[in-house]
């Protein structure tokens, strides 16, 4: 218990500026004393005293500002920094190494009981200030949420969101493999603060979440890969996306109770046509340069002054 208390103020002081002592740290930050009244009310949770539980976690809101439901899993070194108006919910899943800011929202979109309606953050997720992130599905490993982002859409890991709604801006290296959806679930339930298995190695450090430096369509090679470039992480995010809202569902026939005007069951069909038309256009754009490079080729010289369809960036827009 001490060791953890230590690995708790530890990473406090590293990840802290404002951070001056360890005494410092133990009375005065309310993060700390939130995360230290959870891993009291989470314990009752799991012994099967719910009201006790919940007391305890009623009881911490009261003291720190924060409210985590006692049924939240919460991981090893998760910092929540100033704390004031966080709320995680009760299916909500954090892995280890999370800093979470104030005014953040780990909630949900719908009301059926028994079901994953809270976010699971894989380790090393940062959540800025007054971000919501509301459904069921997954932040990967070392994705950042800027503050005031509203996520309603899983992230891959490493990448960046922003904005209302989020928009997801990919690590540099967005085709290293992201680690699975279910595994992400799977392992931050394991990293309870209670058990503590699965620990990040001290040592190991955030992927850089630079973005991608978009390639030119001009470059040498392109034309056959330009539209796949353009469309395969794309459709990857949305098919992800896909599959993680229907396998948390559980019933993707049951219609869906939208209380802040979002569905998680399909995506904007009008979002659907343009990424189809940009990706149609991508294509075109590709089959003409390699008809252009063949004529070329056979002697006969064509003018090209336009500039290639960036896929990338328009598909990310309409995001
Ligand atoms: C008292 C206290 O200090 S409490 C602490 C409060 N601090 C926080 O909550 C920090 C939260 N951090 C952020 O919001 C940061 O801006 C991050 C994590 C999103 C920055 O991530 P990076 O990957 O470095 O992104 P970067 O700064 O390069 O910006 C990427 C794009 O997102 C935009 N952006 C960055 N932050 C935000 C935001 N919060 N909302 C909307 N857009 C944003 C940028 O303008 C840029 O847009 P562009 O591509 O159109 O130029
Ligand atoms: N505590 C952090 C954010 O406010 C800092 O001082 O920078």
């Known amino acids: 218990m001490f060791d953890q208390l230590r690995e708790d103020i530890a990473c406090i002081h590293e990840r802290d500026p404002a951070a001056r002592s360890r005494i410092e740290i133990l009375t005065c930050y309310p993060g700390l004393h939130a995360i230290l009244v959870h891993r009291l009310a989470h314990g009752l949770w799991r012994r099967g005293w719910y009201w006790a539980g919940r007391f305890v976690s009623h009881l911490g809101r009261l003291l720190t ?38 005014g953040v929202t780990l909630g949900g979109t719908r009301l059926y009981k028994g079901e994953k309606r809270h976010p699971t953050l894989e380790e090393g997720v940062v959540v800025g200030a007054g971000a919501q992130i509301l459904g069921g599905f ?20 490493g990448a960046t969101a922003v904005g209302n709604p989020a928009r997801v801006i990919l690590p540099e290296d967005h085709t290293a493999p992201a680690p699975a959806a279910g595994d992400a679930q799977g392992t931050a339930a394991t990293r309870d603060a209670g058990d503590g298995a699965g620990a990040r190695q001290p040592d190991a450090t955030p992927a850089t979440a630079a973005r991608r430096a978009t390639p030119s369509p001009c470059e040498e090679g392109a034309p056959p890969s330009q539209s796949e470039w353009a469309a395969r992480p794309l459709q990857e995010l949305l098919q ?37 038309l940009i990706n149609h256009t991508a294509q075109q754009d590709a089959r003409i340069q390699r008809l252009c490079s063949a004529l070329e080729d056979l002697g006969q010289r064509i003018e090209n002054g336009q500039h290639p369809l960036d896929a990338e960036r328009l598909n990310r827009m309409v995001e």
């Open 138 to 157: 997954t932040v990967g490993a070392h994705a950042r949420i800027g503050s005031n982002a509203v996520v309603i859409k899983p992230v891959p890991a």
């Open 240 to 276: 992800r996306g896909r599959q993680e809202s229907a396998s948390a569902d559980g019933t993707a026939s049951q219609e869906d109770f939208a209380p802040y005007g979002v569905s998680r069951a399909d995506d904007d069909p009008l979002v659907k046509v343009l990424h189809e």
């Open 65 to 102: 500002g924060i409210e985590i439901h006692p049924g939240a899993r919460i991981g090893r070194r998760v910092f929540i920094d100033h704390g004031f108006g966080v709320v995680i919910g009760e299916t909500a899943e954090i892995g280890d190494d999370c800093t979470i800011y104030q």
